[in-house]
């Protein structure tokens, strides 16, 4: 039985994107190939926030007591090293049984899966489908994953889906791409990778979802928004306002919805953000 490196497992509300409002568990998987210690910083630096959380690392034992951030990347503790003993290796039947406990009546009924990080598609694709064929989740219908997009899936990986969903009118899995761009601080050539978000929508329903806070960012989505229609992306493109914190949220999200009308792209809301404080969990 395969095991998955489970940084954080709950039930909440998907606040974001093609699901937002939808009952969802989330599963967050340890691990990332960036650290975007770009957020929320003047171009060009970054941020320091977590070295600070980092010193003090032995004074958390869950990590609900990690503090949050408003810089750099919000969910760190599910990639960084230093963070990575709270963070335990559960088979995949013991994260079911801990799955259907939180469901309402211990069933999916209209609820979904989100599978996120860090990011998901970098070290686990092999767990996967063991999760996914327990009998206990045969009634699950649709999957997020929750991706950078700069990961292919592998030949098994991609069959095991493809299956999945085979004759099925109700099954679908969904790629919620949340590509980084320079506010991110990582390099556009590593992180912008449409030949890769392309291949998703080979096995299911795929869309980009950027983050905006400055015009510099809206510039930058129209480049990369033109790059992966270059290379053939059909699916839709949503914008975000920045803000884990509430008082920045509320400061651009009309600003961030005009520029969605005036583009023709569609604007997502950040529901975690005014419903549950951002907190761990939620
Ligand atoms: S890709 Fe996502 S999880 Fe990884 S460092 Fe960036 S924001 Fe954090």
Request: with cysteine; hydrophobic share 40%; aromatic share 12%.
């Amino acid at each position: 039985m395969s095991k998955i490196k489970l940084a954080e497992l709950f039930y909440s509300i998907q606040g974001e994107g093609r699901y937002m409002g939808v009952p969802s568990v989330f599963l967050r998987t340890f691990g990332c190939n960036f650290t975007c210690q770009g957020f929320g910083m003047p171009r060009g630096e970054l941020s320091n926030e977590i070295e600070d959380i980092a010193q003090v690392v032995h004074m958390f034992t869950k990590y609900e007591e990690l503090p949050l951030v408003s810089t750099g990347c919000d969910s760190y503790a599910s990639w960084d090293p230093r963070f990575k003993h709270l963070s335990p290796l559960v088979e995949t039947d013991g994260i079911v049984e801990r799955i259907m406990e939180m469901l309402p009546n211990n069933k999916w009924g209209d609820a979904h899966l989100v599978i996120t990080g860090g990011e998901p598609l970098l070290g686990w694709q092999k767990a996967y489908p063991d999760l996914l064929r327990h009998p206990k989740m045969s009634e699950l219908k649709e999957i997020t994953f929750e991706t950078n997009g700069t990961m292919r899936l592998t030949s098994a990986f991609k069959e095991f889906l493809a299956d999945w969903t085979f004759g099925s009118d109700e099954r679908e899995i969904t790629f919620s791409v949340s590509a980084k761009l320079p506010c991110s601080g990582e390099p556009w050539d590593d992180a912008i990778k449409p030949e890769v978000v392309c291949s998703y929508e080979d096995i299911g329903y795929a869309y980009l979802k950027f983050v905006i806070a400055t015009e510099q960012d809206l510039t930058d989505v129209e480049f990369a928004v033109a790059e992966y229609r270059l290379a053939g992306f059909k699916g839709p493109v949503y914008v975000m306002p920045v803000g884990g914190v509430e008082r920045v949220y509320t400061l651009n999200n009309r600003a961030v919805a005009e520029m969605a009308m005036r583009k023709g792209w569609r604007y997502s809301d950040r529901l975690q953000v005014p419903l549950f404080k951002n907190e761990w969990g939620t």
